[in-house]
C-alpha cells in the first residue's frame, strides 16, 4: 500500500531555510512512471503547485516560487525533499508531497501525503 | 501560466441534490484536468482525471466532462460525506495550475 509521509520542522524563521522531507512506501521513486511533488495550501487558501521532480532528477517549478526553490531525490531512502530559500510570513502553509502518475492514461496526483504545516515566525 | 476558474465558489446544498460544479481553463487545455475533493485538515483525494475518467474507488455518482476550456463536476445524489472543497488541476502545461476551489455546504 503507498503511503506518502511530509517530515520536517513546523516552525521556521524568517529568512531562513524551509525543508521537509517525504519519505515513499510502497512505490519506488526510480519508477519512470512517476513525477513526484510538492504542493501547498496557506491558511484558508487554495491549493498552490510547488513542483514535481523524476526519477533522473529532471525538475519543474512553478515560477513565482522558482528563484528560492529546489528539489532533490534520494532513492537509496525513497525520499525526496523540499528546500524554500528566504521564507517570509506569505509562506505559512500546509505543505503536501504527492505522487503524480503519467502516461497515456492521464496525469494525476493519486496519492498525497497527510501534508504538515509550516509556520513562518520569529 | 493556465488559469483556471472555478463557479461557483461556494454553494449550499440537500442531501440527494444534484450538484454542478465548473472550472474554465484560460486557455485550450485538451482533457488534461483532474478534480480533487478534500475535507477539513485533510490531503485532496483524487475524484476524477483526464477530465472524465472515475478514479478507482470513487463512487459513481460523481462524474466530469468537458474539454478544451470548460469543464464540469457533477455529483449526482449528494450523499452527507459530500459536503466538502472540491477543486480542479490542469495537466497540460507547467506551471501546473488549480482553480480556486468550490466548497458545498449543507442547506
Known amino acids: 500500500q503507498l503511503q506518502l509521509q511530509e517530515s520536517g520542522p513546523g516552525l521556521v524563521k524568517p529568512s531562513e531555510t524551509l525543508s521537509l522531507t517525504c519519505t515513499v512506501s510502497g512505490a519506488s521513486l526510480s519508477s519512470s512512471i512517476y513525477y513526484w511533488g510538492w504542493i501547498r495550501q496557506p491558511p484558508g487558501k487554495g491549493l498552490e503547485w510547488i513542483g514535481n521532480i523524476f526519477y533522473s532528477g529532471t525538475t519543474y517549478y512553478n515560477p513565482s516560487l522558482k528563484s528560492r526553490v529546489t528539489t532533490s531525490l534520494d532513492t537509496s531512502r525513497n525520499q525526496f525533499s523540499l528546500n524554500l530559500r528566504s521564507v517570509t510570513a506569505t509562506d505559512t502553509a500546509v505543505y503536501y508531497c504527492a505522487r503524480e502518475s503519467v502516461g497515456s492514461a492521464g496525469e494525476r496526483y493519486d496519492s498525497w501525503g497527510q501534508g504538515t504545516l509550516v509556520t513562518v515566525s520569529s | 501560466a493556465i488559469q483556471l476558474t472555478q463557479s461557483p465558489s461556494s454553494l449550499s446544498a440537500s442531501v440527494g441534490d444534484r450538484v454542478t460544479i465548473t472550472c474554465r481553463a484560460s486557455?485550450?487545455?485538451?482533457?488534461?484536468l483532474a478534480w480533487y475533493q478534500q475535507k477539513p485538515g485533510k490531503a485532496p483525494k483524487l475524484l476524477i482525471y483526464e477530465a472524465s475518467t472515475l478514479e478507482s474507488g470513487v463512487p459513481s455518482r460523481f462524474s466530469g466532462s468537458g474539454s478544451w476550456t470548460d469543464f464540469t463536476l457533477t455529483i449526482n445524489g449528494l450523499q452527507p460525506e459530500d459536503f466538502a472543497t472540491y477543486s480542479c488541476?490542469?495537466?497540460?502545461?507547467?506551471?501546473?495550475?488549480f482553480g480556486g476551489g468550490t466548497k458545498v455546504e449543507i442547506k
Open positions: 486557455q485550450g487545455i485538451s482533457s488534461a
Open positions: 488541476q490542469q495537466f497540460y502545461s507547467y506551471p501546473l495550475t
